[in-house]
């Protein structure tokens, strides 16, 4: 957390220039056609939530016959998660009740069978991209995860457990920041900027400093106002 605050910190000042310069275009429709087969029991209401910075918030769409429809004006490719649960119940984040995907405006399809998250996403190309890197993260997220497990059990600091979580974490970040370079003209760069100062350390340098800086000036006006 520090470490992005202290990013948007130095970013503050083209930040505000950005978002003064946005244009809001009402014709960014973003249309989730949604359908749930095979669910034993089927459920009342979709819960999407969208973070984007304009519109952050959560609704409630009814699900009429196992089909439901989401609209909704988004400013750029945007992530949204999708709960079968109101957010209220601790079950509701469970994989099979939840679904998250990144998708820009435009209609998309979406099709669940059994659980929320065993879907088919066809129409959104940021989202395509965004499950092809994700995957490429996969591997070091599984690492970590047992890496964490095994701190969490410890009651003094392991400075060896500490020093491979930094490590598979540097890895992660040449990943994001070697994405950016390879794909200048990505859909999700902002998520993949995002993810690339989420890996760094809490305390960045001057040479960290200036890559962020660098990747977020590549952004569009639109992208830096949902930062």
Same mark, same amino acid.
């Given at each position: 957390?520090?470490? +992005?605050? @202290? &990013?948007?910190?130095?970013?503050? *000042?083209? +930040?505000? @220039?950005?978002?003064? =310069? %946005?244009?809001?275009?009402?014709?960014?429709?973003?249309?989730?056609?949604?359908?749930?087969?095979?669910?034993?029991?089927?459920?009342?209401?979709?819960?999407?939530?969208? +973070?984007?910075?304009?519109?952050?918030?959560?609704?409630?769409? =009814?699900?009429?016959?196992?089909?439901?429809?989401?609209?909704?004006?988004?400013? &750029?490719?945007?992530? %949204?998660? #999708?709960?079968?649960?109101?957010?209220?119940? *601790?079950?509701?984040?469970?994989?099979?009740?939840?679904?998250? #995907?990144?998708?820009?405006?435009?209609?998309?399809?979406?099709?669940? =069978?059994? !659980?929320?998250?065993?879907?088919?996403?066809?129409?959104?190309?940021?989202?395509? $991209?965004?499950?092809?890197?994700?995957?490429? =993260?996969?591997?070091?997220?599984?690492?970590?995860?047992?890496? @964490?497990?095994?701190?969490?059990?410890? /009651?003094?600091?392991?400075?060896?457990?500490?020093?491979?979580?930094?490590?598979?974490?540097?890895?992660?970040?040449?990943?994001?920041?070697?994405?950016?370079?390879?794909? *200048? !003209?990505?859909?999700?760069?902002?998520?993949? +900027? $995002?993810? @690339?100062?989420? &890996?760094? *350390?809490?305390?960045?340098? /001057?040479?960290? #400093?200036?890559?962020?800086?660098?990747?977020?000036?590549?952004?569009? $006006?639109?992208?830096?106002?949902?930062?």
């Amino acid at each position: 957390m520090y470490k +992005l605050l @202290f &990013c948007l910190f130095y970013l503050t *000042p083209v +930040l505000l @220039f950005s978002q003064k =310069r %946005v244009n809001n275009d009402k014709n960014n429709t973003l249309t989730i056609i949604g359908e749930l087969k095979d669910f034993k029991e089927s459920p009342e209401y979709i819960y999407p939530i969208f +973070l984007d910075n304009k519109n952050t918030g959560i609704d409630s769409v =009814r699900v009429n016959k196992g089909k439901y429809l989401i609209k909704r004006v988004i400013p &750029c490719a945007t992530k %949204v998660t #999708l709960y079968l649960k109101n957010l209220d119940l *601790p079950e509701s984040f469970k994989d099979k009740y939840m679904l998250t #995907l990144v998708t820009e405006p435009g209609t998309i399809k979406i099709i669940s =069978r059994d !659980s929320l998250s065993n879907a088919k996403v066809t129409g959104s190309m940021a989202n395509t $991209e965004y499950a092809n890197l994700e995957q490429k =993260r996969e591997k070091y997220s599984q690492y970590l995860t047992k890496l @964490f497990a095994i701190q969490s059990k410890q /009651k003094n600091d392991n400075l060896k457990i500490q020093h491979q979580i930094d490590s598979i974490n540097n890895l992660l970040s040449v990943l994001y920041y070697n994405y950016l370079q390879q794909h *200048p !003209s990505s859909l999700i760069k902002l998520f993949a +900027l $995002e993810k @690339f100062i989420f &890996c760094l *350390p809490d305390i960045l340098n /001057k040479q960290q #400093l200036v890559k962020v800086n660098k990747e977020y000036n590549k952004l569009s $006006e639109v992208e830096k106002s949902s930062f």
